[in-house]
């Protein structure tokens, strides 16, 4: 599935010709660079997905806890001009550069300031290193800037931007990969949260164990239980997962508790799944 953004006006009939499932458009204090509530009925009615993303610079994130309170304030503004309404949406903040490691505590400051003034759901878009510090912090969502210098060659984010561009009825678009159902889009994806019991991890624990990238494999179990459940798989159980399945397997995938996966199933059963549920 792909997605299209932009910062002009996508036309919706033209984007759903095209073969795009989603369009992603902006919030800002730039009125002309905005989605309206016009355009959002318009992409509604022709069945597509829309995602949306907070950018007014670059350098947003920088500026921590005073910026994201300011910037959560315009967004909220925004999200009710829209009609949409309060917790429910998901609105990624750009942070269109190579952020510095030592700046990543700040941006995540901004992020989680900016979600809670805006009340919304919050992701990121950026560089891949700081969508994964943020996804160990409970920003689940994220979406990878198509700069691949600035990426680490493993998907961690539910979408990831293409460096190519398309026209899309006269308007010049990236192209983005949509790697989950549940991608941030609104509507949200509307299904039932099932149980956290043994059968559920029978589907895919052998997967969850293919890869010795450990970015990857926390990625993977965090979308996997959110697809499962819709809450957030604490980061200490995940880097417990990734000991007991590769080190204490001397880092062969699976070969974790000695290769015994009916071993595996219980301890994800019985430590993981009673954690989620208290």
Same mark, same amino acid.
């Given at each position: 599935m792909q997605a299209v953004d932009s910062a002009s006006p996508i036309a919706a =009939? $033209? $984007?759903k010709a095209a073969g795009y499932v989603a369009v992603a458009r902006y919030l800002s204090q730039t009125p002309a660079k905005n989605i309206t509530r016009p355009e959002l009925g318009a992409a509604l009615h022709a069945g597509l997905s829309v995602i949306l993303v907070y950018e007014d610079g670059a350098s947003d994130v920088n500026g921590g806890v005073a910026s994201g309170q300011a910037h959560g304030k315009v967004a909220r503004q925004l999200l009710d001009g829209l009609g949409l309404p309060e917790d429910t949406p998901v609105v990624y903040v750009a942070v269109d550069e190579d952020l510095s490691p030592q700046l990543y505590p700040v941006a995540l400051q901004h992020l989680q300031t900016f979600g809670q003034v805006a009340r919304c759901r919050v992701g990121v878009y950026g560089p891949g290193p700081l969508i994964a510090y943020c996804q160990q912090? /409970?920003?689940l969502f994220g979406w990878e800037t198509g700069a691949s210098s600035w990426n680490e060659g493993v998907h961690v984010g539910q979408i990831a931007q293409r460096v190519e561009q398309v026209d899309v009825g006269g308007i010049t678009c990236d192209v983005d990969d949509l790697l989950a159902l549940d991608y941030g889009q609104w509507p949200r994806p509307s299904s039932p949260v099932p149980p956290a019991t043994a059968d559920i991890f029978q589907t895919e624990a052998l997967a969850m164990?293919?890869?010795? /990238?450990?970015? $990857?494999f926390n990625c993977q179990v965090r979308q996997w239980w959110y697809e499962l459940r819709t809450d957030t798989l604490p980061a200490h159980l995940q880097d417990e997962l990734w000991y007991l399945f590769h080190v204490a397997g001397n880092g062969s995938p =699976?070969? =974790?508790f000695g290769g015994n996966i009916d071993f595996v199933l219980a301890w994800i059963h019985d430590t993981a799944g009673a954690a989620l549920r208290t």
């Amino acid at each position: 599935m792909q997605a299209v953004d932009s910062a002009s006006p996508i036309a919706a =009939g $033209a $984007a759903k010709a095209a073969g795009y499932v989603a369009v992603a458009r902006y919030l800002s204090q730039t009125p002309a660079k905005n989605i309206t509530r016009p355009e959002l009925g318009a992409a509604l009615h022709a069945g597509l997905s829309v995602i949306l993303v907070y950018e007014d610079g670059a350098s947003d994130v920088n500026g921590g806890v005073a910026s994201g309170q300011a910037h959560g304030k315009v967004a909220r503004q925004l999200l009710d001009g829209l009609g949409l309404p309060e917790d429910t949406p998901v609105v990624y903040v750009a942070v269109d550069e190579d952020l510095s490691p030592q700046l990543y505590p700040v941006a995540l400051q901004h992020l989680q300031t900016f979600g809670q003034v805006a009340r919304c759901r919050v992701g990121v878009y950026g560089p891949g290193p700081l969508i994964a510090y943020c996804q160990q912090r /409970d920003i689940l969502f994220g979406w990878e800037t198509g700069a691949s210098s600035w990426n680490e060659g493993v998907h961690v984010g539910q979408i990831a931007q293409r460096v190519e561009q398309v026209d899309v009825g006269g308007i010049t678009c990236d192209v983005d990969d949509l790697l989950a159902l549940d991608y941030g889009q609104w509507p949200r994806p509307s299904s039932p949260v099932p149980p956290a019991t043994a059968d559920i991890f029978q589907t895919e624990a052998l997967a969850m164990l293919a890869t010795n /990238d450990q970015i $990857a494999f926390n990625c993977q179990v965090r979308q996997w239980w959110y697809e499962l459940r819709t809450d957030t798989l604490p980061a200490h159980l995940q880097d417990e997962l990734w000991y007991l399945f590769h080190v204490a397997g001397n880092g062969s995938p =699976g070969q =974790g508790f000695g290769g015994n996966i009916d071993f595996v199933l219980a301890w994800i059963h019985d430590t993981a799944g009673a954690a989620l549920r208290t």
